[in-house]
């Protein structure tokens, strides 16, 4: 007997970060599944959450999911590394019916399937590494992993404002790195974490100063992967076979949204495209 | 006869930020005022400014302004220049019977005061520079002045890390000001306006890339002389010869806000001292 389809299969994946960093989250989605409509939600009002308090995090991500569920969406993705680090649990909890999935845990399962050694870094937000939702994930899939975090805030604004490579670059992400590297030569680390969604545009750069003995891993395209499991095993995908649509809404400034995009999206977005909507009229089911 | 005093006099001056820069006006507006009860508040849920709308800082201002004045408040100091530039004049009509005063025209009025040739550079916000406030707050001081702005979003990224000083902060100051100091040679600058409070931490190194030729100006001190001027004016000075208290308000992190302000203010500031308050229960009289 043919699998049921849930009527909901041809809803919209929302698709929410804090501002821009997410959208390479959205890259690998649209890769993965692209016959899937995606509604990406940017909180550019209140960017960066990455210094921002648990409360008000929470607060927020609430915010976004609602005014993302009021329409048809039959999936979230949390594609920013803080939200889900600080809400992912009490989101799932208040919205039992929908699908809501962060970039946490696939990127900690990213990371032990090449992680050699197990000995593994993590670089994310302040808040992130504070939270420590990366270490807890790790060591649930890996007990014996080492592990050492530390929060490298600076390369956010480096990626918002496009300062991606080069020389200057590559020193300023070795001196933000440096005490990852050089503590504890007893472990060295043979897997890097990019723990904020940002941190993908900086790959290159950050690449030269850990050279080639470690790897690299993002959970873009693991989160990707964890998405397309669950709504096959929910029956939820769209088995429409032309290409979904894209839609992108803000909380402030659209242009900017639009140009600041072009570090961290392949598609052209057209700023006249760009939904300005206001976030505080949502009120929270949690 | 003596001039009469207003019953508000003992009333505290309060100075709203978005976060932590604003402290380098409190710090000038302590020294010259010492007698003064000062109420700071830093908007820390929605830091950064300086890359949000007009029509959000607005907002921001407006609940910020709302804040303190439900306290005993006899003057506003918008120690923000991006607030400055995009809210003042609304502020000012909103509030009427209240001293309002913003960063800018003292700013302005500093830079043309050292200027020798009227040649002016103004390093500020993304949002500030596209404003043109400075620019525009100049000219009217000084109609022959020429004036060139370039936005330094990433110096409030390094201020907020205690990145202050050093070769590789002076290469990044270096690569940021270059436009600023390459461009139309047919008049070098001789005055250059640190257009954010946040800039005067990386004073040391912008004097080192621009050199003893440029005048570097900011607008703490001029902005404490105004509030000072415009209290005796109001015959609101406080007349008490006891130092004044010193209050913090913040809208999200107050130990976070504890820790970083130590990059601003001269003072120490305990965290248990800070009281968090939530700004969006304070509706706009505008």
Redesign the interface.
């Known amino acids: 007997m043919a699998k049921s389809v849930d009527s909901r299969s041809e809803y919209a994946i929302g698709v929410f970060d804090s501002g821009v960093g997410g959208l390479t989250v959205l890259n690998a989605l649209r890769q993965a599944l692209p016959e899937e409509h995606l509604v990406y939600l940017g909180d550019?009002?209140?960017?960066p959450y990455g210094?921002?308090?648990a409360?008000?995090v929470r607060r927020y991500a609430e915010q976004a999911v609602c005014a993302l569920s009021s329409r048809q969406i039959k999936a979230i993705v949390v594609a920013c590394n803080t939200a889900s680090a600080m809400a992912l649990e009490h989101l799932q909890a208040c919205y039992p019916d929908l699908l809501v999935l962060g970039v946490i845990e696939p990127g900690a399962d990213a990371a032990c399937r090449v992680s050699q050694q197990g000995h593994i870094g993590v670089i994310a937000t302040?808040s992130t590494t504070n939270n420590q939702a990366y270490q807890k994930a790790i060591l649930r899939l890996r007990p014996d992993a080492r592990i050492r975090a530390q929060a490298c805030?600076?390369f956010?604004?480096?990626a918002?404002?496009g300062?991606h490579e080069g020389d200057?670059v590559e020193?300023?992400v070795a001196?933000c790195l440096q005490p990852l590297l050089v503590a504890d030569s007893q472990f060295p680390l043979d897997t890097l974490v990019l723990g904020c969604t940002h941190f993908p545009a900086l790959r290159g750069a950050i690449a030269a100063v850990t050279g080639d003995d470690i790897q690299l891993v993002d959970s873009a395209q693991t989160t990707a992967e964890a998405v397309k499991c669950e709504l096959e095993a929910k029956a939820l995908q769209n088995k429409n076979q032309i290409r979904g649509s894209l839609t992108f809404l803000v909380t402030?400034?659209p242009e900017?949204f639009a140009r600041v995009a072009t570090n961290f999206f392949n598609e052209r977005i057209d700023p006249g495209s760009v939904e300005l909507i206001d976030i505080?009229h949502y009120a929270s089911e949690c």
Chains 1, 2 share one sequence.
């Open positions: 550019t009002a209140r960017v210094t921002k308090s409360l008000s302040e805030s600076l956010v604004a480096l918002e404002e300062w200057l020193q300023i001196r402030d400034g900017r505080q």
